[in-house]
């Protein structure tokens, strides 16, 4: 259930988003702890790069089908940093075990300041039911 009053946000692929987001982040916070009590295994890696892939490829479908003009620059930082980077990051901490807590914390940062832009664009792009009533300024 999505706020009626704004268009781009009464969609399934909201929801689909936020709970995409959301997981991709708690599987790096698993991971983390995984990371804390032993190593990492490789297909714990593979879930976590699946769940980051997805949850920014459906981000990045989202964007594509809403109305917005601009923010292309924001965007680009939010995939980056909430999704490639991160990404990399789990790989790496899967090969340099030495390393692999700091490289997850790293990874686990980036995607929350990843998702911090993405959750301003969504917030910031919302066009609400009453700017058509009243107007844009």
Same mark, same amino acid.
């Given at each position: 259930a999505q706020m009626k009053s704004v268009r781009q946000w009464n969609t399934g692929r909201t929801t689909a988003v936020i709970v995409g987001l959301s997981l991709a982040g708690g599987s790096l916070a698993c991971l983390i702890g995984i990371a804390l009590l032993g190593s990492v295994d490789e297909r714990d890696v593979i879930v976590?790069?699946?769940?980051?892939?997805?949850?920014?490829?459906?981000?990045?479908?989202?964007? $594509?089908? &809403?109305?917005?003009?601009?923010?292309?620059?924001l965007r680009r930082i939010a995939l980056l940093a909430g999704g490639a980077l991160p990404i990399v990051l789990v790989a790496l901490a899967a090969q340099v075990e030495a390393a692999a807590l700091a490289l997850l914390v790293l990874?686990?940062?980036l995607h929350l300041l990843g998702v911090l832009a993405e959750r301003w664009l969504f917030f910031a792009e919302a $066009?609400? &039911?009453?700017?058509?009533y009243y107007g844009r300024d």
């Open positions: 976590v790069g699946v769940l980051l892939v997805t949850a920014w490829a459906l981000k990045a479908n989202w964007w $594509r089908r &809403a109305d917005s003009e601009h923010a292309r620059t990874a686990l940062l $066009r609400h &039911a009453v700017v058509s």
